[in-house]
Every structure is written in C-alpha cells, then in structure tokens.
C-alpha cells in the first residue's frame, strides 16, 4: 500500500474551511473584504461556496449573475484559498416554484408541498432537472479554468422522498425492469396477503399513511426506488459538471447513518465521500459514548470507498441551533473531535458555518466569525488552533486505516428488519452495531464498516450483528470467509429472510444454518426490565467465567456441529445454548442467541482480539474513555491517541518509542493526556 493522491493535487494538505454564504452580504463590501482577513487568520484554506445561492445566480429565469460569484473566487484565489463549489440545487428560487409547481415534492399523504424551506424538491421532475442542468452547466463553463475550483459540492444533503405522479410512474417503470412480469412482482411481494394481488401496473402505489403499510416487499422496493432516483437525479447534476471539468472531484455530503438512502450505492457515484456530523458532546451520554458512535459513522464514511480518505465536510466550530438543547463544546473538544475525524480517514475538516447570518433560521447556529464580527473569541480562537495543527499534518494526507476488523451495517438489512412487526417492534439495529464496535474502540482496534456486499477476504474477523436479510450469495460468501480461517460472529435474528423480505424455509439462520452449525426453533421476546442469565460453562474454549444479563430477545437453539460455551440460566429454556461456536473449515462462527449487557460484549471481543492476535494501535489497556486510532502509508504510522474525558489520563505505552509528530520529542513509557487532549504519535512500521 502507499499513499491516496490528495483530493484534488492542487491543494497537497488537508482541507480546512467552511460554508460560505457571501450572498447574504453582497451589500456589505466592507464585511466581504473582512472575512478574506478573517479566512487567512483562521487558517483556511478551501471554502464550499454557494451551496443555496440559485436567487442570487439567477434571479429570474434565464437572466444569470455570475459577477458577485466571480469577484468571491477571484479575491479567494488571490489569497490562496480554494474553493469547494456547490451546485445550488438544494433550495430553489421563488419563481421557479410559482412558474412551475411540479418541481415541489409530494408527501406521503400525497399533498403537495407549498413553496418554502429547502432539499425538498422532486427527483423526477423535467422541469427540475432542466434548470439544474442549466445553471450546472453555466457554472462549469464560466469557473472550468478558475484557479480556486478545488471541488465540485453537488446541491446540499440529498434526502426525503416525492410521492408525485411522475415520481409514482417512474415507480412503475423501476419495477417492470426489475421483475418484468406481473406474476415475478406478486410472488416476490407476497400479495395473496390479504388479497392484495396486483392484476395492472398502475394499481400499485407508493407507500402512505392512508394507502398500503402492510405489502413489505413493496415497502423495500420503494426505498431502493427513492434511492435509485435519488442517485439518478445526482447523476444528471454531474453530467455537465463532468463533461466541462473532468478532473475536477465531485462530492455530495452525506448525513452519517441517514436512514433514507442506501449510501453504499450512492457511493458509487462519488469521487470522494464526504459527510456532516453533528454529534451531542457534553449531552446525556458520556463524551467517550459519544466519540465511539461518531467513530463508528467515520470508519463507515472511509470503508464507503475502502479506505479512501473522506471530506468531514460539515461539523459545528461551536454548538448548532436545531438540537434540542445546544451545548457548547468545552476546552479542549473542538480540537479534539476536529481530529477525530482525520484519525479515521478524513483528509479535511470543515464546518458549517463560517460566519453567522443576521436572520432566517441558522442565525443562532454556530460559526467560525460570530455576529460580534472580529476574531477575538473563543471559537474563532479554537478554529484557528485546529488549522494550524492541520497544517503540520502534512505527512498524514492520504494515509489511510488498515482495519482486520469488519463490521456489518447493511441498509436494506435494517430496511427491512426495522419493517418487520415482531418480535418486539422496536429493533434497534445501528444501537445493536454502536454495541458490538465499542469493544474495538475501546481498546483501540481499527474497524471497517461495511456493508454484505463487500469483500470479507480483507479481514480477519467479521462482526454481523442482526443479520436478519441474506441476500443471494452473502451466505455462501461468508461460509467461505470462514473456511479460510476467518472468525465470523453472527447473532440473533438473523438469516431470517431473503433480498425480497421473504422468510427462508426449512430451518433459521437460513443460508447461515451450516456455517454457524444450528438451528433456531424460537426467537423469545422480553418485557423492558425483564432479564434472563447467560452462565459460561465451565472450561469453555474462550475462558469465559461467571454469567451475564440478556435482555428483550433470546433465541432457542438447537446444536447442529456447533458446541455450546454458554447456556441460559432461567426460563423454559433454562440450561440451552445461549452462545456456541462452529469450527468450520479452517475457522471458527459464533453465535450470540442473545442481546446480552455490554460486558459481556467486551469480555467476548476481548477474547477474539487476543484469540486471533488481532492488532491493537497500542500494547497496553487504554483507560477508560481513551482510544487509539492509525494513519498508514504501509511504512509510516500515525497514532492517534484521545481522551475524551474531562480528567487528564495517562496512558501506557509499554517498551514503545514513538516521536510526538508535532514537537518532534521522543517519547517512551508512558503518555500523559490532558482533559480532552489528543497526541499524534509517529512510529515507523515494523
Ligand atoms: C446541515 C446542512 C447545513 C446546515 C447544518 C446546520 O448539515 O447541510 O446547511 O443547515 O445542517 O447544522
Ligand atoms: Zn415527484
């Protein structure tokens, strides 16, 4: 392995910058002029520009106006900073709407939108797709030569859904292709429930509140259609952006684990990831529980293209406005959550927003220049710091993780897991996932993130928490994984049903029923506040000892080739298998038959880290609330090492040396961190 190319080699550091919104000031020369002062004060040295400035670059339809936008990029240029060039799609002017409502979204209960607000236009619409084509066009033509173009930001956090006609024929057209025959869609719908038989194509309807909620093969069509057409319309927004410019990357933001588009197949279509995290620092969970969940949305944000380093193309300097209570970050963790990012794969950090609008509805949201407009304040000075540690990081661009962990976050599983009624409605799948990754995180082990259709030969051990959808050939994939002496740990509920939501005959886990080496008679669902007892058997192969909280789901299992470890405690299935394992081929399958407490998870992972020699960023036990995280190039390593707690900590480091990548100094024994601190660390691989 070596080293990414930058995002784009014309800016060979990592980014730093935020939103711009110069169009809200283009009467206040004087405030423009200070914000270039304030830009090169902060450090910054990219700005995503005109991300909802459709009203200023074409204030009415077809008369365009280029000049404002020419006079920022040029001024930006001149000062060294690059831009990051937004398409203004994601909220539309006021003309357009009246001229042509179709571009306004339909919801559910099929009632159009007024014109208002904004990212909730129809993704189907001509019209819509038509003036965006246009004004993307002008956009790429007039600044395809322009020394500040760094990277094309396509329209703003694409999202929601349009129950329009032309997004409802659109429907129909996606799934004739799809199962070309009437009898293919019913039988894979499952219609001769409830007699629901579809005899014509326009029959079917998108889902809705009033309509149809109880077809779940055509609940998950819809949603891969919305992500389908979603992506669709991105597509014809970089067509001219790629036909003018075509080295210049294009990216989309993300919005973390959105649940509304399958972002693996939106991925695809990007040159490089980027994404918006607003994590609630200082709120009801502690700091170090927060960390770890923001840590889990960056490695899936890297693995989104399998290692390649990420856009953190929007976080807050300070606090946002739309939480229900928004706390300030304290000493110490702007800094420090800042390089969070970059310790996970991020090659940039960038906020939103640069300086605080007088009205509308972000005027309270936080921003690097606040309304008092100079630069002597606490965030303004925070901001700063981080870009001047950003440009000492130089040697980390483009390095990226090396993870022999895998988790599985798979969005039509959770599709259609969160769809399905029983055994207990709420399923909790991404908390399911949080749970089996602080483990890793905890004790610093780089985790992939990654979805069923990837390649588990990477990897040494394979975490699928809830694996409930299969689809055609997952199963045999992982059977092989683990034949070739891979660890895969699967639990409950899963292996239930197919890519059409059909459930598996013939015996659960379905196509995982050999390679875990059971079979599931029951699935049992507690009350909230119910328990049951997992008690390890006495000289189980993991060591294990003593006995562990389950809670609201406990499968009842039958051995197969599996032996046990661990056997409930209570109940009618007081003395079965509650934990097994299956040697199969070269390795081994673990099946966890319950939701058990959190200790036990890391005393299970505990000993799968140790088992398989998995690696660990440092030797030692990190404290509580302190990780570890790794940049490589294949020769250089960076550590990352973090506290996310308020207390100093000190960490262990064993008969390690490494140089402090900043001050250069040698360091050895041991690592003192204070209240929110972060240490880079440099070791050459060994
Ligand atoms: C989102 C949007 C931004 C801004 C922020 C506020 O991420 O993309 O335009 O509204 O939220 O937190
Ligand atoms: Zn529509």
Known sequence: MGKYQPINPKLPHLIHGADYNPDQWLDRPDILADDLRLMKLANCNAMSVGIFAWAALEPE???????????????????????????????????????????????????????????????????????????????????????????????????????????????????????????????AWWTAFWSHTYTDWSQIQSPAPHGEQSIHGLALDWKRFVTHQTIDFFKAEKAPLKAITPEIPVTTNFMGTYPGLNYWKFAKELDVISWDSYPRWHGEKADWQTAAEVAF???????????????????????????????????????????????????????????????????????????VGHEQTRVFRDVAEVGAVLKELDPVLGTTVEAEVALLFDWENR????????????????????????????????????????DFSRYRLLVAPMLYMVRPGVGERLADFVAKGGTLVATYWSGIVDENDLC???????????????????????????????????????????????????????????????????????????????????GEAYYLASRNEDCFLGDFYHCLIEKNNIKRVLPAELPVGVTAQVR????????????????????????????????????????????????????NRT
């Open 61 to 187: 339809e077809g008369k365009f106006n280029f000049e404002w936008l020419d006079r920022i990029l040029d001024q930006l240029a001149a000062d060294g900073i690059y831009a990051v060039l937004a398409t203004p799609s994601g909220a539309r002017p006021a003309w357009l709407a009246q001229k042509y409502p179709e571009v306004l979204r339909v919801d559910a209960d099929r009632r159009r939108i007024l014109y208002g607000n904004r990212h909730n236009h129809c993704y189907t619409s001509p019209v819509y797709r038509e003036k965006v084509k246009i004004i993307n066009t002008k956009l790429a033509e007039r600044y395809k030569e322009h020394p500040a173009l760094l990277v094309w930001h396509v329209s703003n956090e694409y999202g929601g859904e349009c129950h329009c006609d032309l997004c409802q024929e659109k429907f129909r057209e996606w799934l004739q292709v799809k199962y070309q025959t009437l009898d293919a869609l019913n039988h």
């Open 297 to 371: 949305v960056h490695d899936l944000n890297r693995s989104l293209k399998q290692g390649k380093p990420f856009m953190l193309m929007e976080s807050t300097p300070s606090m946002t406005n739309w939480q229900i209570v928004a706390k300030k970050k304290r000493p110490g963790m702007h800094l420090l959550s800042s390089l969070q990012a970059v310790a996970h794969g991020a090659d940039t950090v960038q906020y939103f927003q640069w300086r605080k609008g007088r009205g509308g509805a972000e005027k309270f949201h936080g921003a690097v220049v606040d309304h």
């Open 415 to 454: 599709w259609a897991l969160e769809e399905a009624m029983g055994p207990r409605q709420e399923k909790k799948y991404e908390e399911t996932c949080h749970r089996h990754y602080f483990p890793f995180w905890s004790r610093g082990v780089p985790v992939d993130v990654i979805n069923a259709d990837q």
């Open 504 to 586: 598996f005959l013939g015996g659960v886990p379905g196509p995982l029923r050999k390679t875990l080496g059971i079979w599931v008679e029951e699935i049992d669902a507690l009350y909230d506040g119910e328990v049951n007892y997992v008690s390890m058997l006495d000289g189980n192969a993991l060591g294990l000892k003593g006995e562990y909280k389950a809670r609201e789901l406990c499968d009842v299992l039958h051995l197969e080739t599996a032996q046990s470890l661990a056997v409930y405690k209570e109940d009618y299935y007081a003395g079965r298998p509650a934990l097994t394992v299956n040697r199969f081929g070269q």
């Open 632 to 683: 490589t190039d294949g020769r250089q390593e960076f550590v990352f090492v973090s506290n996310f707690t308020p207390e100093n900590q000190v960490v262990d480091l064993k008969d390690q040396e490494f140089k402090e990548l900043r001050t250069g100094e040698r360091i050895r024994g041991s690592l003192t961190l204070a209240s929110y601190g972060v240490k880079i660390l440099a070791r």
